[in-house]
């Protein structure tokens, strides 16, 4: 069964970077779209930014001009590079397959935003 393992979250000041990372074991990423999706507490998860297979990237309009969403297949893994971050970006990030999610959800990881 197909395992995503994300990390890179913790605690940053408002205004800092966060860098994640997405790492799928038992498959690949090659040729498919990838996307990263949060879910803030008592929120339900939602949609932030997904990567085609040839780069194309889409953003909800919370984070545009902030994350910045990669891909790296011979390593497949995905990023996502959070910066100008927010209290409003406090929330567990995960990875799937975009637009529809294909993998079983992964332990996501916890980014929190605070001074």
């Known amino acids: 069964q197909v395992q995503l393992v994300e990390s890179g979250g913790g605690l940053a000041q408002p205004g800092g970077s966060l860098r994640l990372s997405c790492v799928a074991s038992?498959?690949?990423?090659?040729?498919?779209?990838m996307g990263w999706y949060r879910q803030a507490p008592g929120n339900q998860r939602e949609f932030v930014a997904r990567?085609?297979?040839?780069?194309?990237?889409t953003y909800v309009d919370s984070v545009k001009g902030r994350f910045t969403i990669s891909r790296d297949n011979a390593k497949n893994t995905v990023y996502l590079q959070m910066n100008s971050l927010s209290p409003d970006d406090t929330a567990v990030y995960y990875c799937?397959?975009?637009?529809?999610?294909?993998?079983?959800w992964g332990q996501g990881t916890q980014a929190t935003v605070s001074s």
């Open positions: 799937n397959t975009a637009p529809l999610h294909s993998f079983p």
């Open positions: 038992r498959s690949s990423f090659t040729g498919r779209w």
């Open positions: 990567i085609t297979t040839s780069g194309g990237t």
